[in-house]
């Protein structure tokens, strides 16, 4: 065999003849560029409190956290969720031809049923999986709602009377009381009599010679309350040890009891915390593992993109706020994975949002071969550092949880909902203020975009249940976008009603290289809450208060926003508006902050200023407020 070539013949590297970069050369750089702001303006902060620096050192000595084995890819599991059982069935099989390897049946009234859900009986579900060889290898997951014990044995019993081997069948239960109670805000009964019952429930399908795993704890219903990443761990892990304690008290040996178990969490658009997310999962379960006195064992950890970043408006954004979310799951070391069809805001979706939901994941998977490394991000500085401190905080909020006896504990003395809603509250106020971006929702709307399809299908009403004991505060799902769509739903009306939608006028003063920036953020300021812009049909010469007001006239409008730069609004703004007011204008707006002109331009009749960082949605709920008035 030849020898090996010298090295020198191909080592190449490109920086040798430079001097080595250091952290202190980055920053001088980058303290020339903020020109006397402080380097602090970099760093951004989680609603956890984690700061997160624009820059990071690799971590050295990181290795790799044990979960899905490279290259075996996740599970594409895909959502059966239509009310009539003939059509599901379809669907699943459908489904299982083009690409999914897996199934959840969502039931109505379990915590992912989103306004849809298969009838809760057994009988339903046995005509959905007709025709699934659930022996061949296809996983299924069940959410099954509060109902979920008696309908687990019956679905279980109703597969062994086919034939099939239990043992043979991939199937994940989803017992989930503890996720139940949290969404619905009550309870049958006190912990310490659920939790004899679903062990025992879960005995008896491992005697019929099912697997598992059988329960779940679900992070969703912190997610879908608008709860942290922190919050969310906190409460999925106080959850998996209550159920190991409920099947340790019922005679099972803990090795055995954690293989009966599993988790799921949500996967949203923020890619970074999403990833260290999953990550730190498995660290926190790993010292719960160490704490019983277990070698750590892998833990199985579905994901399911996030309810709460969907959008009805542009909904066609949530394909990439899905893709974004499955990617980041993925490479976070998920075990299965459950996308969201686009349109499910809107409604209950058709074969083509079916259709981009899977070949979102198999895009992932077979073109793009993510799961073809275990953790890829293993030592990288932001994501190591940002999973370190998700653990750090999140075993902290177990602890305070623990305290008090325990998740139900918590959940009825109200200590997760405070610090959910708290969550929650901030969340809705960056939103307000657009300071957390929704593409086609709170920014940058498309007012004559044609309605997504959806199947004609009635929403399901969620039963109260009859059997509550206990009642507290319920973790309530909601959408971030929810607010600003009201507005646009008002504005739909409108133009239904009145064949136009209502209209706020740009007065654009001077060139175009003075009002051009100003009347761009207007016009998508205004139609984010589904307010037509309307610019004039040809420059208007600031100064020319005559006919920027006659073309105020002409417009239609019933409101009026001034776009310029500063040393126009200081030479003209003050008349223009004065002129505006004669000529009718409900309500005067001007792009940008006033700073020392305020008096002034207030005492001429500008009333609202719009900027970046300004309350949108309270501005614009009071323009809608004027409209309506009028």
């Known amino acids: 065999m030849p020898a090996a070539p010298d090295d020198g013949m191909f080592n190449l590297p490109l920086a040798a003849d430079f001097a080595p970069a250091t952290a202190d050369d980055w920053r001088k750089l980058v303290d020339g560029v903020l020109k006397g702001a402080p380097f602090e303006t970099l760093i951004a902060k989680t609603h956890d409190g984690l700061a997160i620096e624009p820059i990071y050192a690799r971590a050295k000595g990181a290795s790799a956290i044990p979960g899905r084995t490279a290259p075996a890819p996740w599970q594409v599991i895909q959502r059966i969720d239509h009310p009539d059982a003939a059509q599901a069935n379809a669907q699943a099989l459908h489904d299982l031809d083009n690409g999914a390897t897996g199934l959840t049946l969502v039931l109505a009234d379990a915590i992912g049923a989103r306004g849809f859900g298969l009838p809760p009986t057994a009988e339903a579900v046995a005509k959905v999986l007709d025709g699934v060889f659930l022996d061949a290898g296809i996983s299924v997951e069940l959410e099954t709602g509060p109902q979920s014990r008696a309908i687990a044995l019956r679905i279980a019993d109703d597969i062994r009377t086919k034939g099939v081997d239990p043992a043979a069948c991939d199937i994940r ?73 409920a099947l340790e008290s019922a005679g099972i040996d803990l090795d055995n009891a954690r293989g009966m178990i599993y988790a799921r969490l949500s996967a949203d658009a923020d890619q970074f915390l999403t990833l260290a997310k999953f990550r730190a999962l498995r660290l926190l379960w790993a010292r719960v593992e160490q704490a019983c006195g277990l070698a ?78 275990a953790d890829p991000a293993a030592g990288s500085g932001g994501i190591e550092t940002l999973t370190r401190q998700l653990c750090a905080i999140a075993w902290t909020q177990f602890q305070d949880i623990e305290k008090v006896g325990g998740a139900f504990a918590a959940l009825t003395q109200k200590l997760i909902q405070r610090d959910v809603a708290a969550t929650r509250d901030a969340r809705e106020a960056n939103v307000a203020k657009r300071r957390d971006v929704l593409t086609g929702a709170s920014e940058f709307p498309n007012l004559h975009e044609k309605p997504a399809a959806v199947l004609d299908a009635a929403p399901h009403t969620p039963a109260l249940r009859g059997d509550a004991k206990i009642t507290f505060e319920a973790l309530t799902p909601m959408r971030l976008a929810a607010a600003f769509e009201k507005l646009r739903d008002s504005s739909d009306t409108w133009l239904k009603s009145t064949g136009a939608r209502p209209k706020v006028f740009l007065a654009t003063l001077g060139s175009a290289a003075d009002f051009t920036a100003r009347a761009t953020f207007a016009k998508s300021f205004f139609e984010t809450g589904g307010i037509e812009a309307i610019d004039p049909p040809s420059p208007l010469p600031a100064g020319e208060t005559v006919a920027i007001a006659a073309a105020f006239k002409a417009s239609g409008a019933q409101l009026v926003c001034l776009c310029s ?48 960082g300004v309350d949108a949605l309270a501005i614009l709920s009071d323009a809608w407020q004027r409209l309506e008035q009028q």
Not at 362 to 373: F, P
Not at 583 to 590: D, F, P, R
Request: aromatic share 8%.
């Open 296 to 373: 750590p064992k892998p833990l199985f950890v579905a994901a399911e993109t996030a309810w709460r970043m969907l959008t009805q408006r542009d909904p066609y954004v949530n394909m990439l706020r899905a893709t974004i979310a499955t990617f980041s799951a993925g490479l976070g070391g998920a075990d299965s994975l459950t996308v969201l069809p686009h349109t499910l805001a809107l409604g209950l979706p058709d074969d083509f949002a079916r259709r981009i939901a899977r070949n979102t994941q198999l895009i992932l998977l077979e073109e793009s071969n993510l799961a073809k490394v």
């Open 565 to 612: 730069s500063d040393e126009v609004y200081a030479d003209h703004a003050a008349a223009t508006a004065q002129a505006l007011h004669a000529a009718g204008a409900g309500h005067i707006y001007l792009a940008g902050r006033p700073g020392k002109l305020e008096t002034m331009l207030r005492s001429a009749g500008v009333q609202d200023f719009i900027f970046a």
């Open 173 to 245: 239960f989803g017992l989930d009381p503890l996720g139940a109670c949290a969404a619905s805000g009550s309870s049958p009964s006190p912990w310490n009599d659920i939790a004899p019952a679903v062990a025992e429930t879960v005995k008896k399908l491992a005697a019929m010679g099912f697997l598992g795993p059988f329960l779940v704890a679900d992070g969703r219903v912190i997610h879908d309350a608008g709860g942290s990443e922190v919050q969310e761990l906190a409460f999925v892990l106080a959850s998996l040890v209550a159920y190991l304690r």
